[in-house]
């Protein structure tokens, strides 16, 4: 389809959204890899000198992507948190709504889940501009865990940190503070759910569980639950988060 028949509402999309729209598809049919600023500018319908008149090179447009992946994935774990939160719903039922959410984005969006949670892409180097997107989704999670210890929620412990803090100063910040004993170590924990999670959805995204798992959607659930036990959070799948 040619990108610039698909226009909005009022009748034409900006140039650069209609870049943007090339390069994703360039992404399914491509990957990363693969993308260069003459194959966005053919699938658009463009010249390249209208292409590099937005993004002078191939990494401007790359940045431009995953900026926009991180901060759609984040926006749709930031709207189920807040519908879970007016829902009054635990700090467990909080986090499968989430990683709900995200699920179904990473479903919706393979290329633009790919692009920020695969590989990385040869001679490309995130810019600092794609941290605070990139920030969402650990600041959802770091919310949520916070509430529950707030809360009471979590559940202590068995085994403590052997050793001084492992963190950097921003994910203290990020988290708000490290909280007393014994949950003084919930921020190395929470980083541990995090990448549990991110890791089940890379699996179940790149159909790593499908000759395995009879009902994914399930598994997922239940994988969520148990990841959630490394911070001493209940996940209770029987409760409704709508």
Excluded: C
């Amino acid at each position: 389809m040619d990108v610039l028949a698909a226009s909005s509402t009022d009748g034409a999309m900006s140039l650069p959204t209609v870049i943007k729209h090339a390069a994703r598809q360039q992404l399914m049919e491509t990957g990363a890899v693969g993308l260069s600023l003459d194959s966005v500018a053919h699938a658009g319908g463009l010249a390249v000198t209208e292409v590099e008149a937005v993004f002078p090179h191939r990494d401007d447009l790359l940045t431009a992507l995953v900026i926009d992946a991180y901060n759609a994935s984040g926006a749709a774990m930031e709207q189920a948190d807040q519908s879970a939160v007016d829902a009054h719903a635990s700090a467990g039922a909080r986090l499968l709504a989430v990683m709900r959410a995200l699920r179904e984005w990473s479903f919706a969006h393979p290329a633009e889940f790919t692009l920020i949670y695969g590989s990385p892409v040869p001679g490309y180097h995130a810019p600092q501009d794609t941290v605070p997107p990139a920030s969402r989704t650990p600041a959802v999670l770091a919310g949520i865990v916070r509430a529950a210890l707030v809360a009471g929620e979590l559940v202590a412990p068995r085994r403590t940190l052997p050793g001084p803090p492992l963190l950097l100063p921003s994910a203290v910040e990020l988290f708000g503070g490290v909280p007393e004993a014994p949950y003084s170590d919930v921020i190395e924990r929470g980083i541990v759910l995090w990448s549990s999670l991110i890791g089940l959805l890379v699996f179940q995204v790149f159909s790593r569980t499908h000759d395995s798992v009879k009902d994914e959607a399930s598994f997922f659930d239940y994988a969520v639950a148990v990841a959630a036990e490394s911070v001493g959070l209940v996940v209770p799948l029987n409760e409704s988060t709508s």
